[in-house]
């Protein structure tokens, strides 16, 4: 969704988030989040109403596969009501004792924000079904991965904001044709008479910071100012619904938190990996793996 924004949770496997919490447990760690509701019914009219959309329903035939699922009924456990629309993903790395090899698994969850207008709810589903139904492009473990790169990711990369919005306007504009009613969220973005969506002002609306730019430049950017090159100090125009800041502000406190959490767990694995001695091959790559991640990535 738009201005009360969506992501955060993210995307991105991990989901993150804010309010993250860790299992572990001999071998396994999980980036997990909480929340829980029954299902409620709007979700069944909302997903009605996106099936006979043309956007939409191009959005749940890549959520039936992404979920496995028969049909559009089946689709109606993987969203939850929520105070803020948000897509969390729980990454699960395991251990097996025996092998030493690692086993990464996906868990996707979609927050719905509870109490909005049917129209909202469709397009805050159409939306996170774009966070939820991509596998995330960056890895938390990846030695390499800095809050500038993991941004851009979040923004740009397949599955980030920019293609979410997108998909949020096309379902607006479809909801439109079909029922005379227009959301006013993408008004701004559509050109040519409402028939086409300005994907660079878009684009641009993401990286605008206000007051935030020139101690986000200073304190974060640094050298990698090259990889954000839409940073503006214009005032914001677009904000996380659940870091209630611009998006690349409320994406570094995400990043924050997501690599806090991979340092924990990888602190543990080591000390896991250390107890055993390192008996075979696959553990004592894992083993340096874990080395390198925790010496470029953690304190
Ligand atoms: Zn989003």
């Not at 096309?170 to 040519?192: P, T």
């Not at 990286?207 to 090159?229: C, M, T």
Request: net charge positive; glycine share 8%; charged share 25%.
């Amino acid at each position: 969704m738009i201005s009360g924004r969506s992501r955060f949770g993210l995307a991105g496997i991990a989901a993150f988030v804010a309010g993250a919490s860790i299992l572990f447990a001999k071998g396994m760690d999980v980036f997990f989040n909480n929340n829980i509701e029954p299902v409620p019914a709007q979700v069944g009219e909302a997903l009605e109403i996106l099936s006979g959309l043309p956007a939409g329903r191009s959005l749940l035939d890549k959520a039936l596969g992404a979920w496995n699922a028969n049909n559009v009924n089946e689709l109606h456990k993987v969203f939850k009501l929520g105070h803020v629309s948000h897509t969390d993903a729980v990454l699960v790395r395991q251990l097996d004792p025996r092998t030493g090899r690692e086993v990464r698994t996906r868990k996707v969850n979609v927050y719905l924000k509870a109490g909005q207008p049917i129209e909202s709810l469709v397009l805050d589903m159409a939306h996170e079904l774009v966070h939820a139904t991509t596998q995330p492009v960056w890895d938390p473990y990846d030695p390499t991965l800095t809050a500038v790169k993991y941004i851009s990711f979040a923004i740009e990369g397949v599955g980030g904001e920019v293609e979410a919005m997108i998909a949020e306007c096309k379902v607006s504009m479809d909801f439109a044709r079909k029922y005379g009613i227009s959301s006013g969220r993408c008004s701004e973005y559509l050109v040519r008479g409402g028939e086409t969506i300005d994907r660079e002002k878009i684009r641009r609306d993401f990286y605008k910071i206000g007051k935030w730019k020139d101690g986000f430049v200073r304190n974060f950017v640094g050298h990698e100012a090259s990889q954000l090159p839409l940073l503006s100090s214009q005032p914001p125009k677009l904000y996380s619904s659940t870091g209630q800041a611009p998006y690349p502000i409320a994406l570094l406190y995400e990043f924050e938190e997501l690599t806090r959490i991979a340092c924990d767990n990888s602190k543990k694995r080591r000390a896991l990996l250390v107890e055993r001695s390192v008996a075979s091959v696959h553990e004592s790559v894992s083993h340096r793996a874990t080395n390198d991640f925790l010496k470029s990535r953690c304190r």
